[in-house]
């Protein structure tokens, strides 16, 4: 009888400790299984090194080749310690809302640049950095179907830089964990 007793006292505690820790965690509303937004969702689209010209909003990779592929979380953790990574908003159109910190360059991922257009970004990337190549980069567009951040990305790498992530869920994956957003405001380059 003492034996029965103490299992269901220990089964009681369990479920209690269970409640209590689902409690105190983080809301995640909207994370499923591949994260926030379809972030992770692998489309079985292989990574290229190639710029996408046509076609901007459709199933990307899941890697990027030379970069680091970042999730929601990842970026979150990434925002609140130092060195803070330059976060960058390659969106075409109109005003939105963005990450809240990061920099709007409309156009940026365009995959058919000019030779003036190209020069630009190197400069303005060459601003963030602050000379250093090994500056922390984070690119990122609408959604893991948006290819103008996986195009900003790839330039920043052929470009020399090493620490350059590619935030695939992007704004929609941002926005659906909840997370402080700002209206964009154009950084013109």
Request: net charge neutral.
């Amino acid at each position: 009888m003492k034996g029965r007793f103490e299992r269901s006292l220990l089964g009681v505690l369990a479920v209690l400790a269970g409640m209590l820790c689902a409690a105190q965690a983080p809301a995640q509303s909207g994370a499923q299984p591949w994260g926030y937004a379809e972030e992770s969702r692998d489309w079985g689209v292989p990574a290229t090194t190639r710029l996408r010209t046509v076609g901007y909003h459709s199933p990307t990779p899941q890697t990027i080749p030379g970069g680091k592929v970042v999730t929601t979380l990842e970026l979150k953790a990434m925002l609140e310690r130092e060195p803070r990574p330059y976060v960058i908003d390659v969106l075409g159109g109109n005003i939105h809302r963005t990450v809240a910190g990061a920099f709007w360059m409309i156009g940026a991922g365009a995959g058919d640049m000019g030779n003036e257009e190209e020069k630009r970004f190197a400069e303005a990337i060459a601003k963030f950095a602050g000379g250093d190549r090994s500056r922390p980069l984070v690119f990122l567009c609408v959604d893991a179907e948006c290819w103008l951040s996986y195009n900003a990305a790839l330039r920043a790498i052929a470009l020399g830089y090493t620490n350059v992530m590619w935030y695939r869920g992007g704004i929609a994956a941002w926005r659906t964990a909840d997370l402080p957003t700002a209206q964009s405001d154009p950084f013109f380059w």
